[in-house]
């Protein structure tokens, strides 16, 4: 411990005692903080993601509503890069390669088929970085734990070595090591609410991805009513 044996230090606020802490109880500390800051930005940067994907893709979705053809729907977002974009984008290049095969269940099952692959890729990139948070928030009390063992650890030593009980020589080693928890809990708090939170945005915008999906398998069955119904009229 940096403190004298047998005195108090002069300042025992949070930053006081910080200054005052052994070298590993500062590293612990300094690591909280660090992750601490991680969350916080984690969540500013996640919250902006997600407001600006779900009103792109709920956008998206009142177009698709309103019953273009699949072609239609692609020209509309042809220079997009957006998740329900890349759907429509995705479903419109199937139809392109299955050519004469359009009215057949194989060209369902594939659309279908490349349609869940976008919508996997798509949560896969909107959920990024939320894992870190998962970390964090199950890891940080232990941290803080561990530091809180070192600090008291390092009380009992000046115990030994001043061969007093005196709570002038043990309470700031103590005081030091709980600022350690403190900070755990800290860090870890908002770290699980925020993944709690994230996490259900998240499944939100999964949702409306399958509403887009869902959208774009009724274009298709649609464009493929009229086109039979034309075929049927020709042959007439």
Not at 11 to 22: E, I, K, Q, T, V
Not at 67 to 74: I, K, M, N, T
């Amino acid at each position: 411990m940096a403190n004298v044996p047998g005195s108090l230090p002069q300042n025992l606020s949070p930053w006081g005692m910080f200054m005052s802490a052994d070298i590993i109880v500062k590293a612990v500390m300094i690591g909280l903080a660090f992750a601490s800051l991680v969350t916080w930005t984690i969540w500013l940067a996640k919250t902006i993601e997600l407001a600006r994907e779900t009103a792109k893709a709920r956008k998206r979705v009142k177009m698709l509503e309103s019953g273009p053809s699949l072609a239609e729907a692609a020209r509309a977002c042809s220079n997009s890069k957006d998740a329900v974009a890349q759907i429509i984008q995705s479903a419109e290049r199937e139809a392109q390669l299955s050519g004469d095969d359009y009215h057949s269940d194989g060209f369902r099952e594939r659309t279908e088929l490349r349609i869940e692959r976008v919508q996997h890729a798509m949560a896969r990139r909107i959920a990024r970085g939320t894992g870190v948070l998962a970390t964090i928030g199950s890891t940080a009390p232990f941290v803080g734990l561990f530091g809180t063992v070192w600090g008291i650890m390092n009380s009992f030593i000046s115990i030994s070595e001043t061969k007093t009980t005196s709570l002038a020589v043990v309470a700031p080693g103590i005081a030091e090591a709980l600022l350690a928890t403190a900070l755990g809990l800290v860090a870890a708090i908002p770290a699980v609410v925020i993944y709690n939170h994230l996490a259900r945005s998240i499944s939100g915008y999964r949702g409306l991805l399958g509403d887009a999906g869902a959208q774009v398998m009724l274009l298709i069955s649609r464009d493929q009513g009229r086109r039979s119904m034309r075929l049927s009229r020709a042959a007439e």
